[in-house]
């Protein structure tokens, strides 16, 4: 393979953000036009790649290498396995629909999606995607620090700028410094491998597939997986790490609440795997009941304090530390059932988080409220919307025929296999969930219109319906035919399985 | 015709689906267009369904038509269909029913396309759970059924429904809960979840479990079942939501709930929990015996004193299904005997009989309901003179719910009795003192409704209540048929019932 499409995936977003920084500021809609036409050359490549992966082949394909820093070992290595395509596929779709839904200006009167200083926020938000895209494809743990850094930067920026008028200092302020500290912490555990690889084989490399095979030692791996797991995992929402993150949700403009739930969780979990677990395998071995004891609380936790929300995004953004801590626990099992699972529900949580903040976001840009209590009857006047937030919860409840429970099952499955009283208890968020989301579906899209919204809120465009209808088909199609997506993400799970010693 | 034999089975279960699919392209104003349309695509299953019950070898053993389709390969499951004569009568009672429903939602105006489709999905959900052959498959239909019927409670129901639409939710999935963890269990020890592989391997486990005794591991997985199944038939104490789903569903919702949705517990019962725990049924039949009793006879006192129609029928589901529950309790106690297999053919026998008489019952009120818009029994009276197609109507269903001989529920209830009497004596007993209720509740719906002094408010003027229409009359007709010759001639579903029993117990 000589086309280089994994870097043209990485850098499209970035020199679109160039691009759209040369227009003048005045020009909103060609600032948006090149956004979309960006964003949507982004999501074919994705697609592509995923659909031209390999399956039978497994391991990485699409690989470059450039050298970058030869002197420290450093140099620009992409790749994609079974576990990283879906989610470069869902980068593309997260930044196709959140570029559509950030349209504004687009028919008669509707004030939605972003008004002000269109261009500048679609720059940073394209910095962003860059960063993340470069996460998921990176086979070198420097270049993946590089770009993990460049997709949590700009989040500031986003939420400081464009966010919730009445939180979003605080909720910016919280999150970055959150981030950085975690990332901090796993940078240290980075360099200790750096350092330790490099004693132990005489090359000093970056390069992950050379880190696999340094034969760190027991006491070494136990002594760095924590800082470098969880390190990481703050980023994917981990109890007792997730404070940051339903603040940042519920502050962050609809586009960025999107790209934040729906992926950037998702970097601090895969990254989490691809490093903590893969590269310290014995470490994770050891520790492994400490990630499931704090996963197994995030998932039930989530669900309680989602439960009593009144806000739609906090509601939301509990949900997600509920699902992450399904990833998370599907992750700690180190079994074939368990990361299989946990693979596919960070796709499947992707979509599903992007589409509940995208539909929120449709009814405060017209309602401007989130309390649940003083919505109603949304239904009459986006049918549209409203169908796709009960696929929406029907996934986030794990109904069969959608693509949770086609996550969840293998998840709880895994548990079983390790420790079956946590999979009892996490179960009970299933209900919790199930009751959360049934109550919210009936009392902002059914009953009555509140009379002060009467005459007030318009139809959602075109466009918002695209995005619906990209993220929703995802869903459905994974969970009539699990095998779209399913024996991709086995075949990175065999990898993964392979350097923890487990068949 | 090849194609047709080989693919019955999900052609049977799929084509609701699909065309609810087709559906979505429809105008949504053309009401004749979307009920004609989805009438006829009910009628194809039902078609097809006879066809399939004309091919079904009674004399061959265990199950025909199967077919197996890769579904999701990473955890071992898969599409795997096929019926014997417990889940052929099923099917056949499924897809009688649901175009019977929709016929019966004719007179429905709001909304009428997504109504339409949600009845669609429905029955391709209820179908799913009677001809899966794969664990996982047969949960994953038991789930998604329920979510039409939410929609349909909530969105098509009376003054109650967000009440009563999100109880039924929450209890039902609340009760699958052990069901999910009991079948997560099984896969992740066997790595499949074909059931003919599951329960050889587990009914034979010795030695340990997770640490524990595996026979302690069984007996909390038996009741985790247990309760699911217990919920949806429902049996007392979980039967709480029953009344109130039924009474807020819409007519044709209630029909269908009533007619299939509630067999689908009893399915599960014969399907899942005496095939895989043979000795815990046994062990722990005496409790269930006694939670069918109470159900029956707290079920009719319970139906006696509604003053609501609707509420009535209800409380006289969980009534008769009670008698399906002690049935099958009978069948566990004495596995083997020829007593079992009485009182399960019985019990089988009454889940169909139930289907017809509690639907053709929920669609009678619905039809008084429409012209009245109330429920109230206080506020009807002597309207037999104003309506006598209607009355001799609900007299018939009401004798055939009662238990009439020469109707479909005397056979049944006489066989459950017959069965369970010498294995469960007191309970049976009590049971049929429980019978005694029955005819007191339907004599009181009748005399409410139809006799006494005539409320002169329905007789004249702008509420002049007005006589079932030929619609309503074709709902009723095929039920009415089968109930007669049930009741005449039991002995052509028996047989295919009773191959399905023997080879089971």
């Not at chain 2, 005397?410 to 066989?415: G, I, N, Q, R, W």
Request: glycine share 10%.
């Amino acid at each position: 393979m000589n086309f280089p499409v994994l870097s043209i995936i990485v850098f499209t977003p970035i020199v679109a953000a160039l691009i759209i920084l040369l227009i003048p500021a005045e020009r909103k809609t060609e600032a948006r036009g090149v956004a979309l036409a960006a964003a949507t050359f982004a999501l074919l490549l994705s697609f592509w790649v995923y659909l031209s992966y390999d399956k039978t082949a497994a391991g990485y394909q699409f690989v470059e290498q450039y050298s970058w820093l030869p002197q420290l070992g450093i140099s620009l290595h992409l790749g994609v396995d079974g576990i990283s395509a879906p989610l470069v596929l869902l980068t593309g779709v997260v930044m196709f629909t959140g570029v559509l839904i950030s349209w504004g200006d687009f028919g008669e009167h509707v004030s939605a999606g972003i008004q002000d200083r269109p261009r500048e926020f679609f720059a940073f938000l394209f910095i962003l995607a860059t960063g993340v895209f470069g996460v998921f494809v990176s086979l070198d743990l420097f270049m993946l620090f590089f770009f993990y850094e460049i997709a949590v930067f700009p989040m500031y920026l986003l939420i400081v700028i464009w966010g919730w008028i009445q939180t979003r200092e605080y909720a910016a302020m919280k999150l970055t410094l959150y981030l950085f500290i975690g990332s901090v912490v796993a940078l240290v555990g980075a360099l200790a491998m750096y350092w330790v690889a490099g004693q132990n084989t005489g090359i000093y490399t970056f390069d992950m597939l050379q880190l696999e095979k340094a034969g760190f030692s027991a006491s070494f791996q136990n002594l760095w997986f924590l800082p470098v797991f969880f390190g990481f995992a703050v980023l994917g929402g981990i109890w007792p790490f997730h404070n940051w993150s339903p603040d940042g949700h519920v502050a962050a403009p609809t586009a960025v609440s999107m790209f934040h739930a729906g992926v950037l969780m998702k970097l601090g979990a895969f990254a989490a795997l691809r490093v903590g677990i893969m590269l310290l395998p014995e470490g994770a071995k050891h520790w492994s009941w400490i990630i499931m004891l704090c996963a197994g609380v995030a998932v039930v936790y989530g669900a309680f304090i989602a439960f009593v929300q009144t806000d739609m995004k906090y509601m939301i953004g509990f949900s997600s530390v509920s699902h992450m801590g399904l990833v998370m626990l599907g992750i700690s099992t180190l079994n074939h059932d368990g990361l299989l699972g946990a693979g596919v529900q960070m796709f499947s949580h992707g979509v599903m988080t992007a589409l509940f903040f995208a539909v929120t976001g449709m009814i405060y840009d017209r309602s401007h409220t989130r309390q649940i209590p003083e919505l109603g009857g949304m239904n009459k006047i986006m049918p549209f919307a409203s169908i796709g937030f009960i696929i929406g919860g029907l996934v986030s409840m794990g109904m069969p025929g959608f693509s949770g429970f086609i996550a969840e099952f293998p998840i709880f499955m895994g548990v079983w296999k390790t420790q079956w009283l946590v999979a009892v208890i996490a179960s009970i968020s299933i209900i919790l969930t199930a009751a959360y989301i049934m109550l919210a579906i009936r009392r902002v899209f059914f009953g009555k219109m509140p009379e002060k919204f009467e005459g007030h809120i318009t139809p959602i465009t075109i466009l918002d319906k695209v995005a619906i209808f990209t993220l929703c088909s995802f869903m459905v199609v994974i969970g009539v035919f699990p095998s779209f997506m399913v024996p991709m993400v086995e075949t990175g799970v065999q990898n993964a399985l392979r350097l923890l010693g487990v068949q | 015709m090849d194609f047709l034999t080989s693919h019955l089975l999900s052609l049977i279960l799929f084509i609701p689906a699909v065309s609810a699919l087709v559906m979505l392209f429809m105008p949504k104003d053309e009401a004749k267009l979307l009920r004609w349309f989805t009438l006829g695509a009910s009628l194809i299953p039902f078609a097809l369904s006879i066809f399939l019950w004309t091919q079904f070898k009674s004399g061959v053993t265990g199950f025909q038509f199967e077919e197996k389709y890769v579904w999701y390969q990473a955890i071992n499951s898969s599409l795997h269909l096929g019926v014997d004569g417990l889940s052929l009568t099923m099917v056949l009672l499924t897809t009688l029913l649901t175009p019977l429903a929709i016929l019966a939602s004719f007179s429905v105006t709001d909304r009428i396309k997504p109504y339409m489709m949600l009845f669609l999905f429905l029955e391709t959900g209820m179908l799913g759970v009677f001809v899966a052959m794969d664990l996982l498959i047969f949960f994953v239909f038991w789930e998604i059924g329920l979510v039409p019927m939410y929609f349909l409670i909530s969105q098509w129901g009376s003054a109650n429904k967000d009440y009563a639409s999100l109880k039924f939710m929450i209890y039902t999935m609340g009760g699958s809960l052990g069901l999910l963890l009991g079948i997560q269990l099984l896969g992740s020890l066997f790595g499949t979840f074909d059931l003919a592989v599951i329960t050889a391997k587990w009914t034979s486990a010795q030695g340990f479990l997770l640490g524990y005794p595996i026979a302690t591991i069984k007996t909390i997985a038996f009741w985790a079942f247990v309760i699911a199944f217990a919920i949806k038939v429902p049996v007392w104490p979980f039967h709480t939501w029953l009344p109130d789903a039924h009474t807020e569903a819409p007519t044709a919702g209630s029909m269908l709930l009533a007619g299939v949705l509630l067999k689908l517990g009893a399915y599960g019962f014969l399907r899942l929990v005496l095939p895989l725990y043979p000795v815990e049924s046994h062990n722990y039949a005496g409790w269930l015996a006694l939670l069918a009793t109470a159900a029956i006879v707290f079920g009719a006192f319970a139906a006696y004193g509604q003053t609501d129609f609707k509420r009535l029928v209800a409380y006289s589901s969980i009534n008769h299904m009670g008698f399906v529950v002690l049935g099958i309790a009978a069948a566990a106690f004495a596995a083997g005997t020829a007593d079992a297999h009485i009182a399960m053919n019985g019990a089988i026998l009454q889940m169909f009989n139930h289907g017809l008489s509690a639907a053709g019952m929920f669609f009678l009120v619905g039809v008084i309901y429409e012209r009245t818009h109330t429920r109230n029994l206080e506020e009807f009276g002597g309207l037999f003179p104003l309506v006598p197609i209607y009355g001799g109507i609900l007299i018939f269903t009401s004798m055939a719910s009662l238990g009439l001989p020469g109707l479909n529920g005397f056979v049944s209830e006489f066989l459950v009795v017959r069965g369970a009497f010498p294995v469960l004596t007191v309970y049976t007993a009590i049971s049929m003192l429980g019978l005694l209720f029955t005819g007191a509740y339907i004599l009181k719906g009748i005399m409410k409704v139809l006799h006494g002094p005539l409320n002169e408010h329905w007789a004249h003027g702008e509420h002049k209540l007005t006589e079932i229409n030929t619609r309503e009359i074709f709902v009723m007709a095929p039920l009415m048929t089968l109930i007669l010759v049930i009741g005449i001639w039991p002995a052509w579903i028996l047989e295919v019932i009773n191959k399905a029993v023997m080879r089971l117990f």
